[in-house]
């Protein structure tokens, strides 16, 4: 099993930006789809933003379209959501996951997941 590390969550204003960072352990990363979730409190964990193997395709949930950017740097084993223009509705607890078969907005996808990063927006 991969181990997945999340970091760069913190204390943010409305309209500011915040950059998450997932590490992950192991030699296979490059051929593993990864997605970004989020759980807010009382709230279902929901789909945030996923990325192909290569990084080449891209996916959102229309919450957070135009705002948030997915990439990943398979030289450092790492993924990455740069968050823009944040919204008090944003405050959540982060998820990273691998995802190994399936859509890339399903949860049922991911067979692999961090510890989550708190994320809070003040408005």
């Known amino acids: 099993q991969v181990q997945l590390v999340e970091s760069g969550g913190g204390l943010v204003q409305a309209g500011g930006s915040l950059r998450l960072s997932c590490a992950a352990s192991?030699?296979?990363?490059?051929?593993?789809?990864m997605g970004w979730f989020r759980q807010a409190p009382e709230k279902e964990r929901e789909f945030v933003a996923a990325?192909?193997?290569?990084?080449?395709?891209?996916y959102y949930a229309d919450s957070v379209k135009g705002r948030f950017t997915v990439s990943r740097d398979n030289a450092k084993n790492t993924l990455y959501l740069q968050m823009n223009s944040l919204q008090p509705e944003d405050t959540a607890v982060y998820y990273c996951?691998?995802?190994?078969?399936?859509?890339?907005?399903?949860?049922?996808?991911?067979?692999?997941w961090g510890q989550g990063t708190q994320v809070t927006v003040s408005s």
């Open positions: 990325i192909s193997g290569s990084g080449g395709i891209t």
């Open positions: 192991g030699r296979t990363f490059s051929s593993y789809g």
């Open positions: 996951a691998r995802r190994s078969w399936g859509g890339p907005s399903e949860q049922r996808a991911y067979d692999s």
